[in-house]
């Protein structure tokens, strides 16, 4: 089994900018050290791109489309751009899998109730073994729930998912173990 790591709309004005993401800067410190060790272990890194409408922060024209400054990208890390919250609708995503030889997943990104939930479930519908960090994701206070909240919600929901390949596996970053 060979790992890829998805990491989802890490970008400069989305992430970047707005309300504040919840442990934002521990989020990003996590995924570099996970993707240093995916990598060493002969997984792929995957960065995930939102596409936006001309005039908006996800728009690849705007500065704010750019990864994360902060993000150790690497020359063999793969990319995908995206125009919903699924990556896999629509894109590369399914096609880079299978050519990196990647049949174990570890979603990873920004907003936890939003692109990275959409991504899982999709990830477990087509039968992905999925793991989800349960501090690999991060969200912001919504007016009815705090990100706290969403992130503890949605990381129970995936734990206990119905889906062909089972449900997702749910632990932290320092917890997951790599197929070698």
Same mark, same amino acid.
């Given at each position: 089994?060979?790992?890829?790591?998805?990491?989802? *709309?890490?970008?400069? /004005?989305? !992430?970047? &900018? &707005?309300?504040?993401?919840? #442990?934002?800067?521990?989020?990003?410190?996590?995924?570099?050290?996970?993707? /240093?060790?995916?990598?060493?272990?002969?997984?792929?890194?995957?960065?995930?791109?939102?596409? &936006?409408?001309? /005039?908006?922060?996800?728009?690849? *024209?705007? =500065? /704010? +489309?750019?990864?994360?400054? @902060?993000?150790?990208?690497? =020359?063999?890390?793969?990319?995908?751009?995206? %125009?919903?919250?699924?990556? !896999?609708?629509?894109?590369?995503?399914?096609?880079?899998?299978?050519?990196? &030889?990647?049949?174990?997943?570890?979603? %990873?990104?920004?907003? %936890?109730?939003?692109?990275?939930?959409?991504?899982?479930?999709?990830?477990? @519908?087509?039968?992905?073994?999925?793991?989800? =960090?349960? #501090?690999?994701?991060?969200? @912001?206070?919504? =007016?009815?729930?705090?990100?706290?909240?969403?992130?503890?919600?949605?990381?129970?929901? +995936?734990? #206990? !998912?119905?889906?062909? @390949?089972?449900?997702?596996?749910?632990?932290?970053?320092?917890?997951?173990?790599?197929?070698?």
């Amino acid at each position: 089994m060979t790992d890829a790591l998805i990491v989802i *709309d890490l970008q400069e /004005g989305p !992430f970047g &900018g &707005g309300a504040a993401k919840h #442990d934002a800067t521990g989020l990003v410190a996590r995924l570099n050290t996970l993707a /240093g060790t995916v990598r060493a272990a002969g997984g792929t890194v995957i960065y995930v791109q939102h596409d &936006g409408p001309p /005039g908006s922060d996800h728009h690849p *024209d705007h =500065p /704010g +489309w750019r990864l994360l400054s @902060a993000l150790d990208v690497q =020359p063999t890390d793969a990319f995908v751009r995206k %125009t919903s919250c699924d990556s !896999f609708l629509g894109t590369a995503l399914e096609n880079i899998l299978a050519a990196r &030889g990647a049949t174990r997943l570890i979603i %990873t990104g920004w907003a %936890t109730d939003y692109c990275v939930d959409t991504t899982v479930r999709s990830a477990l @519908a087509r039968g992905y073994p999925t793991i989800v =960090p349960s #501090d690999g994701h991060t969200a @912001a206070n919504r =007016p009815h729930l705090s990100a706290e909240k969403i992130i503890e919600h949605h990381n129970a929901i +995936w734990a #206990d !998912f119905l889906a062909p @390949a089972g449900p997702a596996h749910v632990c932290t970053c320092a917890d997951i173990r790599l197929s070698t």
